[in-house]
């Protein structure tokens, strides 16, 4: 991690890194954050989960420090309570439902600590409720929501047809107007548990967020698999090669205890 520096702070990812491929957090990962406390060094996560899918971290991790949610786009305390949230404009979100549902996709918006859908039962519902651990909020239409709407997500069974959404989307959304962005699209596409590997999504948040690796220039789909410890980058062994390319150092695997071996190899020393 090159020059030997005071390391006061330590941000990870969740999905990816902090927590392996089943979603479980580790005891050697939890131990590994309980010597970060002893060692006076806080620690910190962010994730494009909604804050209220982490929130059976929160007392595992032993959080003390803001919770980011949506890769930034909304932050909160510990109970839930926001702090700060960033929101599409609401003219933007409405053109953005209406371009999903013209693509025959579902559509999901997440706002505040909400998860709001229109069909129960719909595609990536139970993978996403299994993931986050709680269940979405079944509204009749999202009309009376879009004033704080903190992501939209366009979900399909379908590959090419997110694939031709998100390229509109793209046309529509992600060039300046008035000198400013209006909104940044992040391809987020699962072909694994999708049918016949065809699936995926994307999601409309509001521009101008910082990702974690804002300060590398790195594509939003790839701002993942990373520990910040106050400048210096860690990729874990399942990061993309541009990830590592970019990282530090790089440790094992999220499924080989790649989170706690980082800490315990290059953060940890650094205290003595």
């Known amino acids: 991690m090159g020059e030997r520096r005071k390391i006061s702070l330590v941000a990870a990812d969740v999905d990816g890194t902090l927590v392996t491929e089943q979603k479980v957090l580790t005891q050697r990962a939890q131990a590994a954050v309980q010597a970060l406390h002893r060692a006076g060094i806080r620690f910190a996560i962010t994730s494009g989960r909604p804050p209220r899918g982490m929130a059976t971290l929160f007392d595992a991790l032993g959080l003390d ?79 009376d929501r879009l004033d704080s709407v903190a992501k939209i997500v366009g979900v399909s069974d379908h590959l090419d047809r997110v694939r031709r959404c998100e390229a509109d989307a793209q046309a529509a959304f992600g060039s300046a107007r008035d000198g400013k962005p209006v909104a940044a699209l992040l391809p987020r596409r699962h072909p694994q548990g999708c049918e016949q590997g065809r699936g995926g999504r994307f999601s409309v948040r509001p521009p101008g967020r910082a990702g974690r690796g804002d300060r590398n220039h ?13 400048g210096a980058h860690i990729a874990v062994g399942n990061a993309s090669d541009q990830v590592k390319s970019q990282a530090d150092v790089t440790t094992d695997s999220y499924n080989d205890e790649g989170f706690a071996k980082a800490i315990e190899r290059f953060v940890l020393p650094s205290v003595g």
Request: proline residues 7%; contains cysteine.
């Open 65 to 143: 420090t803001p919770i980011a949610g949506f890769n930034g786009g909304l932050f909160v305390r510990r109970d839930l309570s926001i702090v700060e949230q960033k929101t599409v404009e609401p003219d933007i979100a409405r053109q953005a439902l209406a371009l999903i549902r013209e693509h025959g996709l579902d559509a999901w918006i997440y706002s505040g600590n909400d998860w709001l859908i229109t069909k129960p039962g719909a595609p990536h519902v139970a993978r996403e409720a299994w993931t986050v651990k709680f269940e979405p909020k079944v509204v009749a239409d999202f009309d």
């Open 218 to 230: 790195r594509r939003p789909a790839e701002r993942c698999a990373d520990v910040q410890a106050i």
